[in-house]
C-alpha cells in the first residue's frame, strides 16, 4: 500500500481531536463534540439484540456521523460473533450485566469484549476477538439510496465482525427552510458515506467499544453498491474527500489554520470484493460502444445509434493508446506476446484494420488479447470447476436424463464436454455469496436475441441470461424486452431507454435541442460543485488509484457476469490494470453462466475468499485452501437442459483447454444487450446519469466524450438523428 493504514491505529487518536495546536477554537471545540458523539459509550440510544439461533449481538441502527443530512440513511448496525462478547454493562460499571442466556429481545447498554474468545471458520481459519477481519457490506444497488436496517447474522458462524450501513443516493433529498427539496445524493455523496461509515466503525474499534480489527477490513457489495465498493477501496484516506467527511462530522478529521486537515482514522480497506461494479462512469460510454462495435453483425436499433457507436469506439481506441498501458505477464498468467513464456511485460494497444480484420469492424491488437484471454481464462476456471456443481441434472446427447451411476462415472472432460453442449440443467451449487443485503434485490431477467450469433448461440450464456433494461411507467409503444411500458428521456422518473426503442432521444425535438442541452449541462459539470471538485471525476476509480496520497488495499477481487449488458467487460479490465501497476494484488473473473451481479457458485464463496486473503497476507494466520470437490453421484431431477449448445464456436483441446475467437466472444457480448445504445448516457437520462446531479437537479448529461462526438461529426449525426 502507498500509505501505511497502521499510522490511524495508535492509541494517539483517542485525545487527538481536542490537541490539534493548529486548528483554530471554534474548529477545537466542534472536533471534541464530534469526537464525543460518534464515540458508541456515549450514546444514550445504544442497544444490542442476541441471536440465539446465530449466537451473535446485532447493534441497534445509529448514526455514523455527528451532522447527518438524512439520519434514516446515514446510520449503520453491525453484528458481532457471541464468541467475542461477555454481555452487555447496563449500568456503566465495566461488568457484563446482561448475558446471552438472560437477554431478552433489545437491550441498552455497551458491549463487553472478550478479547479471549475464538471462532474457527467453516474454512478452518481461526479468528479472536482483536483480530477478526470486518466484513463491510456497501449499499447503493442501482445508485440509489438505503435506509439503514440491522445487520444480518449471516457471517457470525465465520468469526467476521459485520457492517452494514444506509447511504444517500440518486434523487435522495431533504426539504430546507423555504420548504424547497435540496438533492443531496449526488457524487461523491454515497462514496463519502461509505467513507463515513467506515471512520465510525474503526474509531469504536480503537475505543474499545466494539471487537474486531480495524487493520482487516473488507469491503464488498454489487452493481451500483459494486461501483462504491471499488471506489471507496480505490480512494482509501485521498485528501479530496476530507471536506466533504468534514462537513458530515466524520470520525478522525480536524481542520488546520490552513484549510488543510489532519486525519487520526482511515477510510482505507484492507480488501475488496466488488460484485458488477458499474464503474468506472467516465468511460463507460466509450468503452461499451467499443465493446458493441467489436460484434460486426450486431443489429444497432438506429441508424443514429450505429454512427455515434463507431464514433465512440474509435475515440475509446484513442484513450487507451494514450494511456501507454503495460501489463506484466507474470502478474495476469498470460502468454500475451506469443514467445511461450510467460515472464516479459506486453505494451497494450488498440490498432484497425477493416480489410485485415473484418470480423471485428478492423479492431485488434494486444489490448484486445488481453480481454480475450481474460475471458477464456474466465470459462476454464469455470469448467475445472464443475465438479463441485450439485443438484445439476446432466442429460446424455440424445436428450435423455443420465443414470445415477452415469452421473458417478462422468469424469472433468465429460463435464466439460456436456456444459458446453448445453446438456446440462443448473440448479444450486456449494459456496454463494451468503445473505448479501444490499444485493438482495438484485434478480437476474431473461435474456433475447440480437442479430446474427455464433453458431448455437441464442443469446444466453449456458446457465444464466441477460438482465432486462429496467422499466417504469411510461408513454405507449416504448417497451422494454419484458413487453413494460418505458418512460424515456425524462430526468424525473429514474428510468433507462428501452432497449427496444426506435427514437433516439425522445425528449428532443431537433439536433440542436439535444446539443445545446449537453453543452450546457457538460459545462456545468466542468464547472465543478461547491468545492470545486468535478463529480465525474471523483466518481472515477483510475484517477485515485494513481494518486500517490491514496492509501490502497491490499487485494482486490472483481466478478461481473459475463453475459451481462450493464456495463462493458472493459471496465473492469482497466481497474485491474491500474490496481496491478499500483502493486495491489487483483483479480478479475467474468462468470461465464452469470447475469448481473452473479453469486460466487462452484465451491467458491465470499466467506471463502477472506479466509485465504487472511492467510496469505497475516502473519501467523493459517493457510487456507479449497475443499476438494465431492463430485455428483445422483443426478438431477429436471426433466429437460436449460443450457445452450455453444459447441460450434468453443472448442476443447486435448488437455482440455477451451478456446474461442475474439469475434464469437463479442457477439456472445451483445446477444443481451439491454441498452437502447451502447452508453450509459444514452442522449436521454439513464439510470446511472443521475449521480451527477447537483443540489438543485436530479441529473444532469456529464460525458465530455460523448459532447465531442456530437460536436466534431454534425455532419453526419444529425441527418439521422430520429430519422427512422
Known sequence: MKK???????????????CVSSAGAADSAEETAVADALNLANNPGQAWTYQADADAWVLSVVPYVAHPVLEEYQSLSVCVPGAYVLGLDTDGDGAADVKAGSADGETKGRLVINEAGTVTSPNGQVYTALTAPVLFETGGAG??????????????????????????????????ESGAAVYTGDAPDMVVDGKAAIRFLRYNIALGNLPGSAEYLVVTGGSGAGAHTIMVAASGDNPVYYDYLYELGAAGLSRNADGSYTATVSDAVWGALGYSPITSLAEADLALAFEYTLDAD????????????????????????????????????????????ISGTVALTIACDPEAYPETNGYHGTYLDLYLAEFTESLQSYLDRLAYAEGWTWFNADGTAMTDDEVAAMTDADRAAAFLEGRVATASTRGGTGRMGGM????????????????????????????????????????????????VGTPTRGTTQSAGSRTDASSYATYDDLLASYEADVAAVLAGDEYGNNPVTLYDPLTWIADEATALPAWVRIMNGANEGDISMFNSLNIELALLEAGVDTEIEWQWNGGHVPGEILGDSLALRV??????????????TKAE????????????????DVSGWVTLDENGRASFALA???????????????????????????????????????????????????????GLFNAE
Open 143 to 176: 445508485y440509489s439510496a438505503q435506509r439503514a436496517s440491522a445487520a444480518s447474522t449471516a457471517y457470525a458462524a465465520n468469526g467476521f465482525i459485520y457492517m452494514t450501513a444506509g447511504n444517500r443516493g440518486k434523487q435522495s433529498s431533504f426539504t430546507d
Open 440 to 487: 438482495g434485490g438484485m434478480r437476474e431477467m431473461g435474456g433475447m436475441d440480437r442479430g446474427e450469433r455464433p453458431e448455437g448461440f441464442d443469446g444466453n450464456f449456458p446457465g444464466g441470461g441477460f438482465p432486462g433494461a429496467m422499466g417504469g411507467n411510461g408513454p405507449a409503444g416504448v417497451t422494454d424486452t419484458a413487453g413494460n411500458a418505458v418512460e
Open 629 to 644: 470437490a465431492a463430485a455428483q453421484t445422483a443426478n438431477g431431477t429436471a426433466e429437460a437442459p436449460n443450457g445452450t
Open 4 to 18: 501505511a493504514i497502521a499510522l490511524l491505529l495508535a492509541a494517539v487518536m483517542i485525545s487527538s481531536f481536542a
Open 611 to 624: 479466509d485465504e486473503m487472511y492467510g496469505k497476507y497475516v502473519e501467523g494466520a493459517r493457510r487456507v
Open 298 to 341: 450486431y443489429s444497432f436499433n438506429t441508424a443514429f445509434q450505429k454512427q455515434l457507436a463507431a464514433y465512440l469506439a474509435g475515440q475509446y481506441m484513442e484513450l487507451i493508446n494514450s494511456r501507454n498501458l503495460t501489463v506484466d505477464e507474470e502478474k495476469v498468467g498470460f502468454d500475451l506476446n506469443g514467445d511461450g513464456e
Open 664 to 718: 464469437d466472444i463479442a457477439a456472445s457480448r451483445t446477444a443481451g444487450a439491454s441498452k437502447a445504445m451502447p452508453a450509459f448516457d444514452v442522449l436521454d437520462y439513464g439510470q446511472e446519469d443521475y449521480v451527477f446531479g447537483d443540489s438543485a437537479n436530479d441529473a444532469r448529461h456529464w460525458d465530455e466524450a460523448v459532447l465531442t462526438a456530437l460536436r466534431g461529426h454534425r455532419d453526419v449525426l444529425e
